[in-house]
C-alpha cells in the first residue's frame, strides 16, 4: 500500500514508523527539513520538505497512484486543503485528517465533509480521543492504561502489581484454574522494560506491569485478584481547562452518579469560556502548581485529580503535589513517551498519551482485513487488534492451537453473534466472528497476513 504522511511531527512519526515497519511504501512531507531528514535517516520512508497542501510538492510525493493521504500537520487548514487537492486533483481513494478546532467537528457541520464539500473519508479529534481515555481511565482508576473492545463488551486493563497482589509467583495457567468462571487473558507483561506475550506456564513478578484483556463485567473482580480496588469517584479536580478539559468536565456532569468537579485555568479567557460553558463546575483562574490554589479547590477532600494542560511538566508537578496534600489518585496527561518511566517513581497512578491515542484512531482506518479497532501500547511496543473473521481468511474454521500466530501474538476474546468468548487452545474461530488479539510491534506484518483476504476488503 501506498501512502502519503503529511506532518512529521510527533503523530506522523509514530504512523510512519507502524507503517513502514510494515513494508508499506510510505512518503512523508514536512515544511521542516530537519523533521523529513530525521524520518528518513531513521524510518525506511521517503522524505518530502514542502507544505502539504501544495499540489506540486503531493505530485512529487506520488500522489497521482498513491492509496492514501493521512494529513496531520499542525494546521486544521493545511490539513483540510491537502485533503481536497488530493481529492480534486489527485483522486487519491482514502483521506484522512487531523482537525482540532472543535468548531469543525460540531455535529451540525458535518455535512461539511461529504465528496462534494470537503471530501474527507476520516475525521481525528485529538481532543476528543484523549477526553475518551480521561473518562475510560476514571471508570477504573486503579488501571494504568484501560480502553473498552468488542463494543463495550471486553476491556483491556493495564495493571501494576505491588508487592501485595494475591497471584505473585503464580503460573498463568494455574490461575486459570483457581479462577475458573474468571473472564480474563492476561495477554502481555512489561518486566523491567521488556514487553512481551506470556506463556502458560509463565508466572507474575512484583514490579511486572501487565495487560489483561477481561470481559467487562468481571473488570472490577479481574482488578481485585490482581491486589487493587476501584475508589469512589465523588469529587474530582481538574487542571487544565481546555478544550480535553472541558470535555471530561461536561461529560461528567451528565453522569447519572453525581461527580462533584473543580476546575483550575491559568488563562483568563479560557478559565471565563469553560465557566459559561459549564453548568456544576466551579471554574478557578490561577496556576494550578500554586498549593493555595489547590487547597482552595479542595484537594485534600478530592477522590481524584486529573492533570490536562498543553505542559507535561506542569501535569506531573500538580499530580505529585495534588497526591502530597491528600488526594489519592492521579491521572496526568504526558506527551512526551520519555517521562512515562516517571509514573512509578512520581506516585502518578494513570497516564493519557494524546499521541498514542491518535496513532491508535489512524491506525483503525489504515490497517488491512476487516480491522474494527487497533489500540496502540506504550511507546509503539504492541497494540491490541480488533478484527472480523472473513470467509477466505486463513484463520476461519481453524482452532487456535492450530492457527500460525507468532509468538508475540495472544488472543484475548473472541465475540460469536453477541457472547462474548474466552479463547482457549480448542476455540474454533468461524466466519463473522471478531477477535480481539495482542500482538508486538514486530509482528504485525503477519498478523495481518492472516487477516487479510484481498484489496477488496481493504
Not at 100 to 118: E, G, K, N, P, V
Not at 280 to 286: P, Y
Not at 301 to 310: C, H, K, N, P, Y
Not at 342 to 351: E, S, V
Request: overall charge negative; some cysteine; proline content about 5%.
Amino acid at each position: 500500500m501506498k501512502v502519503i504522511i503529511c506532518g512529521a511531527g510527533q503523530v506522523g512519526w509514530q504512523i510512519a514508523r507502524h507503517l513502514s515497519a510494515e513494508r508499506n511504501d510510505v512518503t512523508v512531507v514536512d515544511s521542516n527539513p530537519e523533521l523529513v531528514r530525521r524520518a528518513t535517516d531513521n524510518l525506511d520512508v521517503q522524505g518530502i520538505a514542502g507544505f502539504a497542501s501544495y499540489p506540486d510538492v503531493l505530485a512529487n510525493a506520488g500522489a497521482r497512484d498513491a492509496d492514501m493521504i493521512i494529513a496531520a500537520t499542525h494546521s486544521d487548514e493545511v490539513n483540510m486543503v491537502t485533503c481536497q487537492v488530493a481529492h480534486s486533483v489527485f483522486s487519491v481513494p482514502r483521506k484522512i485528517a487531523r482537525l482540532r478546532a472543535q468548531s469543525y467537528l460540531d455535529a451540525i457541520y458535518s455535512d461539511l465533509y461529504r465528496r462534494d464539500h470537503l471530501p474527507i473519508d476520516v475525521v481525528i479529534s485529538p481532543e476528543r480521543e484523549v477526553a475518551e481515555a480521561a473518562l475510560s481511565r476514571f471508570a477504573v482508576p486503579m488501571a494504568f492504561d484501560t480502553e473498552q473492545f468488542l463494543g463495550g463488551r471486553a476491556q483491556l486493563l493495564g495493571i501494576a502489581l505491588g508487592e501485595d497482589c494475591p497471584v505473585l509467583d503464580t503460573p498463568l495457567r494455574q490461575l486459570t484454574d483457581l479462577f475458573s468462571t474468571l473472564r480474563t487473558v492476561v495477554v502481555g507483561v512489561r518486566r523491567e522494560g521488556t514487553l512481551f506475550a506470556p506463556d502458560p506456564g509463565d508466572m507474575l513478578f512484583a514490579g511486572d506491569e501487565i495487560y489483561a484483556f477481561s470481559h467487562v463485567d468481571d473488570a472490577e473482580r479481574t482488578m481485585e485478584i490482581f491486589g487493587k480496588t476501584n475508589p469512589k469517584q465523588e469529587r474530582v479536580v481538574i487542571v487544565g481547562g481546555g478544550n480535553v478539559g472541558l470535555a471530561v468536565a461536561r461529560r461528567l456532569e451528565k453522569q447519572a452518579k453525581r461527580v462533584r468537579v473543580r476546575m483550575i485555568e491559568r488563562d483568563r479567557a479560557i478559565a471565563e469560556r469553560a465557566a459559561d460553558a459549564l453548568e456544576r463546575t466551579i471554574v478557578l483562574n490561577g496556576d494550578g502548581l500554586d498549593a493555595e490554589l489547590l487547597e482552595e479547590a479542595g484537594i485534600d477532600r478530592a477522590d481524584a485529580i486529573l492533570t490536562v494542560t498543553d505542559d507535561d511538566k506542569v501535569n506531573l508537578l500538580a499530580a505529585v503535589r495534588a497526591k502530597a496534600k491528600g488526594c489519592p489518585m492521579a491521572i496526568s496527561l504526558v506527551n512526551d513517551p520519555s517521562l512515562l518511566p516517571l509514573m512509578g517513581p512520581l506516585d502518578i497512578d494513570a497516564y493519557i498519551n494524546p499521541r498514542s491515542t491518535t496513532v491508535s484512531s489512524i491506525l483503525r482506518h489504515v490497517r488491512h482485513g476487516r480491522v474494527r479497532g487497533v489500540y496502540s501500547i506504550g511507546d509503539a511496543e504492541a497494540e491490541i487488534i480488533e478484527a472480523q473473521v472473513l470467509s477466505t481468511s486463513p484463520i476461519a474454521g481453524n482452532v487456535i492451537r492450530d492457527i500460525p500466530f507468532p509468538e508475540g501474538v495472544l488472543v484475548g476474546a473472541v465475540l460469536k453473534g453477541q457472547t462474548v468468548i474466552t479463547p482457549r487452545g480448542d476455540t474454533r474461530l468461524e466466519e463473522g466472528d471478531v477477535i480481539s488479539l495482542f500482538a508486538l510491534t514486530a509482528d504485525i506484518p503477519e498478523v495481518e497476513r492472516l487477516l487479510q483476504v484481498s484489496i477488496d476488503f481493504f
